[in-house]
């Protein structure tokens, strides 16, 4: 290990079964120049304290299962880069949500509201089934693509501040997902998607704080995705007055 900067990481530790609160514990590190935060924090786990419990996967920022607080923002720690910080690093579970152990959040919530927005394609009711191919032309296909890249990381969930006092709030990412899906040109569920959209914590609960974009390791922009379904939301409100529920 000779030649390697030594960092400091402190890093939550918290076992519900036996702590009634979270605490810290530092842990003295030799990193490498090209390190990431995870590359240390599976250092201290393989080399240092086997207890320290995290979350991680492929390493390649697609599986968004490494999201963490460095130093207080939501990070995905496998793209983070350790040398853009000094010999004091602070890791914590993400924000807003509930601790299983240490740097492990709880998912079930997030998962249950991404289920409410119906993330898949729904077909016109009565509809004859489709034979081959949906085909979309490219101006169709660049309608959601940018939608489409969330990896379900939950960092913007962290950095949202109407997450952080709304428990009803639908989310960012779940939003963003139900309005792609909303843009789809093969879908047919816009309908069903804007009932829960301006329900109980649906778009019109966010406050447009940009947050969510602003985290956002794969550039999917939450922030613009929600405003534009408060748009068609309302123009979708508004055909209800002219045309009936169902009709033509």
Not at 121 to 149: C, N, W
Request: net charge negative; glycine share 8%; charged share 25%.
């Amino acid at each position: 290990m000779s030649g390697r900067e030594t960092k400091t990481f402190v890093v939550t530790r918290f076992d519900p079964d036996r702590d009634e609160a979270p605490r810290t514990q530092e842990y003295e590190v030799p990193v490498r120049g090209d390190w990431k935060v995870l590359d240390a924090l599976n250092y201290i786990k393989d080399e240092v304290d086997p207890t320290l419990s995290h979350r991680w996967s492929c390493r390649m920022a697609v599986c968004g299962s490494c999201g963490m607080q460095v130093n207080g923002e939501p990070k995905l720690t496998c793209k983070t880069a350790l040398r853009e910080y000094g010999e004091r690093v602070e890791v914590g579970p993400l924000a807003n949500f509930p601790v299983v152990r240490d740097l492990v959040i709880e998912m079930d919530g997030f998962m249950e509201r991404l289920s409410a927005v119906k993330p898949w394609i729904l077909e016109a009711k009565g509809a004859a089934e489709v034979e081959g191919p949906h085909r979309q032309t490219p101006d169709e296909l660049a309608a959601f693509k940018q939608y489409s890249m969330c990896i379900n990381c939950m960092l913007c969930y962290a950095a949202c501040p109407v997450v952080a006092n709304e428990p009803d709030f639908l989310g960012p990412a779940a939003l963003a997902l139900g309005h792609r899906y909303n843009q789809d040109s093969r879908d047919h569920g816009a309908s069903e998607r804007h009932e829960v959209f301006r329900g109980e914590g649906g778009v019109f609960s966010c406050s447009y704080a940009n947050e969510c974009s602003e985290v956002c390791p794969k550039n999917v922009d939450p922030s613009k995705a929600i405003q534009q379904a408060k748009l068609l939301n309302v123009l979708d409100w508004a055909k209800g007055f002219v045309v009936p529920r169902g009709g033509k």
